[in-house]
Nanobody, 122 residues
């Protein structure tokens, strides 16, 4: 079973930075791509970023390119999202996701964490 646990959310002023972490505390082992989605109040859930199992390939939503960086951790199925130059419109619940496919993880990931709140004040 895959159990994704996020941490690192919080309140930050516009222009500030936050780093989100995600770890798989489950016992199921597979080579997963990892990623992040977010959902703002009143908005649809949207893809943010993804990284391949090897870490060689990364993908970003246009809205975060140049500001966010996704990376893998050394522990299996772990990932980070470094968020810089944060804007009020980045305010959302951020979800860590995992999937065996690089296409699937950007559209309909198979595994989701519980989410962590990120609030950016103006």
């Amino acid at each position: 079973q895959v159990q994704l646990v996020e941490s690192g959310g919080g309140l930050v002023q516009a222009g500030g930075s936050l780093r989100l972490s995600c770890a798989d505390s489950g016992r199921y082992f597979s080579r997963f791509a990892m990623g992040w989605f977010r959902k703002a109040p009143g908005a649809e859930r949207e893809f943010v970023a993804a990284v391949s199992w090897t870490g060689d390939s990364t993908y970003y939503a246009d809205s975060v390119k140049g500001r966010f960086t996704i990376s893998r951790g050394n522990v299996k199925n772990s990932a980070y999202l470094q968020m810089n130059s944060l804007k009020p419109e980045d305010t959302a619940v951020y979800y860590c996701v995992a999937d065996e496919g690089l296409v699937t993880i950007r559209r309909a990931p198979g595994y989701w964490g519980q989410g962590t709140q990120v609030t950016v004040s103006s």
